[in-house]
């Protein structure tokens, strides 16, 4: 990797000494990164190879996005490649709620839309704006081409936006990669690989296990290195897709066919417009197996992740090269769950169901205002009241939602509530404004519930005792910052230590390329050219 390092700093020497303006990027590399810490990547430093994220570091931009609140994976691609924030995105989640069904379905579900490779249809429909591929697909006069692979279709949607020709995710039931009509262009190399060496039975043969000896892993207690883990997929574990989805394993998945298809689709090979290339990662915490200390396997993760893309930049070296390459590595903020200490530490620990405090909030409000069926749903922290029964029953919405707010503030587990007037008038809490902007009005609960720390939240409304599932996560709190690193010729190396609004990323990724923002972009671009 030593190559890519110089080649790199001779392109960056030739902009310092005065070259000319450098021509129009072939290749736009997007890259985003589900769960990665900065604190993590300051630990292993020492084991990183030279052409991961140490070239990112020494050769790049820096920096540190703010999302303003905590963001699921799906919310916060939208966020950050379009520059605008779920209230103008329309992507508030991966999930959303629907009124008049009174069902819950994927944010980018369209009926609208058939299956490829998948058992249901997707499409970038919800999405209300446009995003950084968009615009350089604009840009090109419809000439150049864009790829987007990604484990899952809420981040692959929300990185290929509207107008690319093709995304790619792992279809939750039939394990292969699949995309919709929405997106027309699923290589041959992809449907040969779905046909021929299907992952459903690859992942059978594959099993996850250290990269390093046990003993050069970072800043571990000596129990943990003692043995080694070691995780397989059988046919027989139900739960073996899930699984791979949350390891590392996966990322070689993604990488491997992010190099077929930089190859196959001859990207950045056509002069005067940019290719675009969107691949996503995890590096979430894995959730399975006995112990709940992962230290050694989040390690490991890292270090296979930082391989990766070793590969992924040389492949783009070899295909493209850097220097006439941008790449934009982003993460998602911090998810404000973690997996439950064990129990010998007696770690302060409850429950809260979403049943049960749906059925006494219930029973209140037939106290206040007679019988009837006063709750439609209550998922993911968001209370959606009927409003049919209110309007029959001629009761102010409002003052419901008040009167409902009052009551679950009182509940054992619950930290704050916030009633959607109080979200959109800007007056909800220390955030007030950010909570504002990160919330969609029509897609919300009419109340939103945040569970205190050290709780575990059981979504369980639509189940019994008997069949409620609980996940051993729990509530903690996080602030909702992830790093940045953007990497480009013209682009100094540099640390910004002040956090940056996620919403500026885009914006000055299309600064770079010398295309527009995207058209729900308020935030102004950084400069963050060579002097």
Not at 94 to 122: C, K, M
Not at 224 to 236: D, E, I, Q, S
Not at 257 to 265: C, E
Not at 272 to 287: C, E, H, K, R
């Amino acid at each position: 990797m030593t190559r890519l390092l110089l080649a790199f700093a001779a392109a960056m020497t030739a902009l310092g000494s005065g070259a000319a303006t450098p021509e129009q990027a072939r290749l736009l590399v997007n890259i985003m990164v589900d769960g990665l810490d900065a604190d993590q990547l300051d630990l292993l430093r020492e084991r990183f190879g030279q052409g991961g994220f140490r070239l990112l570091e020494q050769q790049g931009a820096i920096l540190t996005a703010d999302y303003g609140t905590s963001l699921d994976a799906t919310a916060a691609t939208a966020t950050l490649f379009t520059g605008a924030a779920p209230s103008t995105s329309g992507i508030g989640g991966d999930i959303r709620f629907d009124r008049r069904t009174l069902r819950t379905s994927p944010t980018y579900a369209d009926e609208g839309v058939l299956g490829n490779f998948a058992t249901s249809g997707l499409s970038p429909k919800a999405l209300r704006v446009s995003n950084i591929t968009d615009e350089a697909r604009i840009a090109s006069g419809g000439t150049n081409v864009s790829y987007t692979i990604a484990p899952r279709p809420g981040m692959a949607i929300g990185m290929a936006g509207h107008g690319s020709g093709s995304a790619m995710w792992i279809d939750g039931n039939s394990s292969n990669w699949a995309s919709s009509t929405a997106y027309p262009d699923i290589p041959v190399s992809v449907a040969a690989r779905n046909r021929t060496q299907p992952l459903s039975s690859r992942l059978d043969t594959m099993s996850w296990s250290p990269s390093i000896a046990p003993a050069d892993y970072v800043a571990l207690p000596d129990h943990l290195t003692r043995y080694p883990f070691r995780y397989v997929f059988p046919r027989a574990n139900t739960d073996r897709l899930e699984m791979f989805l949350t390891s590392p394993l996966v990322n070689r998945e993604v990488t491997a066919l992010a190099g077929d298809i930089l190859t196959n689709q001859k990207l950045g090979q056509h002069p005067g417009v940019t290719d675009v290339l969107n691949v996503a990662y995890t590096l979430q915490p894995f959730a399975y197996g006995k112990s709940a200390d992962k230290r050694v396997e989040t390690q490991d993760a890292y270090i296979k992740l930082d391989r990766d893309l070793e590969q992924l930049f040389s492949s783009v070296d070899r295909q493209v090269g850097l220097n006439r390459s941008v790449i934009m590595l982003a993460a998602t903020p911090p998810r404000s769950q973690r997996r439950r200490d064990d129990e010998r530490y007696n770690m302060p620990y409850g429950e809260f169901s979403a049943r049960k405090a749906a059925s006494l909030l219930n029973l209140y409000l037939i106290a206040l205002h007679g019988n009837g069926a006063y709750i439609s749903h209550f998922t993911n922290g968001n209370l959606y009241l009927n409003h049919k029964l209110l309007e029959e029953m001629k009761l102010d919405v409002s003052q419901v939602r008040a009167e409902a707010a009052k009551l679950l503030a009182g509940m054992t587990g619950v930290d704050r509530v916030y009633t959607i007037d109080e979200i959109i008038a800007g007056h909800a809490g220390e955030n007030a404004e950010a909570l504002r902007r990160n919330t969609v009005g029509s897609t919300a609960g009419d109340l939103v519930v945040t569970v205190a720390p050290g709780f575990e939240s059981i979504d369980d409304y639509n189940d019994t005792e008997e069949t409620a599932v609980h996940t051993g996560m729990v509530q903690c709190t996080a602030a909702a910052t992830a790093p940045v690193f953007i990497l480009a010729p013209e682009v100094a190396a540099q640390t910004i230590g002040t956090p940056v609004d996620a919403r500026a990323i885009a914006p000055t990724v299309a600064r770079i390329l010398r295309i527009r923002s995207p058209n729900g972009a308020a935030t102004p671009a950084l400069n963050l050219t060579k002097k």
